[in-house]
């Protein structure tokens, strides 16, 4: 621990990193950090970044596979105590990175700002979110964002302006290390409306979608004018399994696990077996979307 020497309150090694993620499966972080505050963030970025170690940021990994081998370095988790707080000025909401996205969505709607109910189901956090522009058919998180506060590898922090901020189909040009705190520009709009229409994205969601299994949402991108889950689909692939992993019979681009002896290596075999299925059939390389550390 001699890298992170006088920090043990917030740093764990050789942490079970793949039950914290919502597919429940994989290996073990290195050092597993949570700090509190941006200061301790700091500390630990400038300590990594003098000895070499790898850093990277977790959010409430519901968008990552871990392998079953473990992740060499640090893995960083903002901790919601420090950074989650949500706040509301006129249009204006502020959130930290920590915040999950369904106390974003409620505490929106409540203020009567329209704008993120399309987030409604999502199971990650705000700065997981604004990284890779989380969202889908009703509208994504990146049309939302003003401003977002981030820190680099070394410690120093800035802001990044909306005019200079680029938001694609799960992806965005933040890069710096981590996000620390996001402000979305939302639209006034009476919170019934606002309800009726989580309702009516919630509903759909749950008749398509397995949102109480362990998965990490869809496990490939749709590619360019066609559909990931529709493609696996028709290769009849629904239902088919690998050790504790499984195709979901609800939504065919849903990998989900199962049991208590299931590995990341069985996901990987699947989404393998997918790729190569999809590929025979329809002459396309399926692209993951989910992401596989290390
Ligand atoms: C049931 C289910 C449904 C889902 N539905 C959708 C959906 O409809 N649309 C969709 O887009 N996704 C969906 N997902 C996937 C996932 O919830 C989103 O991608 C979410 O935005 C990931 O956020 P996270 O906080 O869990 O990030 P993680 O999975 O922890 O990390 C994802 C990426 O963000 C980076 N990151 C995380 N926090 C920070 C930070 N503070 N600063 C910088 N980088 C950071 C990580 O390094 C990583 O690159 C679903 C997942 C599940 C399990």
């Not at 919502?22 to 003098?50: H, M, N, Q, S």
């Not at 990650?124 to 989380?134: E, F, L, T, W, Y």
């Not at 088919?240 to 990341?264: D, F, L, P, T």
Request: aromatic share 6%; hydrophobic share 45%.
């Amino acid at each position: 621990m001699s890298v992170f020497k006088g920090l043990e309150e917030i740093v764990q090694r050789d942490f079970p990193l793949g039950q914290a993620t919502t597919f429940g499966v994989g290996g073990k972080a290195e050092y597993f950090i949570r700090p509190r505050t941006e200061e301790e963030l700091r500390e630990v970025l400038v300590r990594a970044d003098k000895a070499g170690v790898a850093v990277r940021a977790m959010g409430r990994g519901s968008n990552l596979l871990v392998r079953d081998e473990g992740v060499p370095g640090a893995v960083v988790q903002l901790q919601p105590a420090g950074f989650s707080r949500i706040e509301v000025e006129d249009d204006l909401l502020r959130a930290g990175a920590a915040a999950p996205l369904h106390k974003v969505v409620a505490d929106a709607a409540r203020a009567g700002l329209s704008g993120v109910e399309c987030l409604v189901g999502i199971p990650g956090s705000v700065g997981g979110a604004v990284r890779m522009n989380a969202g889908g058919t009703y509208g994504d998180i990146g049309q939302t964002v003003e401003r977002v506060k981030v820190m680099d590898a070394r410690g120093q922090t800035f802001h990044r302006e909306r005019e200079d901020l680029l938001f694609g189909y799960r992806t965005s040009n933040i890069t710096a290390r981590f996000i620390l705190e996001a402000e979305l520009r939302l639209l006034p709009d009476s919170p019934r409306s606002i309800a009726a229409r989580m309702k009516k994205i919630w509903i759909a969601k749950k008749n398509t979608q397995p949102m109480n299994a362990a998965s990490a949402g869809c496990v490939f991108r749709n590619p360019r004018g066609l559909a990931a889950g529709a493609m696996i689909d028709q290769c009849g692939l629904k239902g088919a399994s690998v050790g504790g992993a499984a195709v979901s019979r609800k939504h065919a681009n849903y990998i989900i696990v199962k049991g208590a002896g299931a590995k990341a290596a069985d996901v990987l075999a699947l989404v393998d077996r997918m790729q190569k299925t999809v590929k025979e059939r329809f002459g396309v390389m399926l692209e993951p979307e989910i992401e596989i550390w290390p």
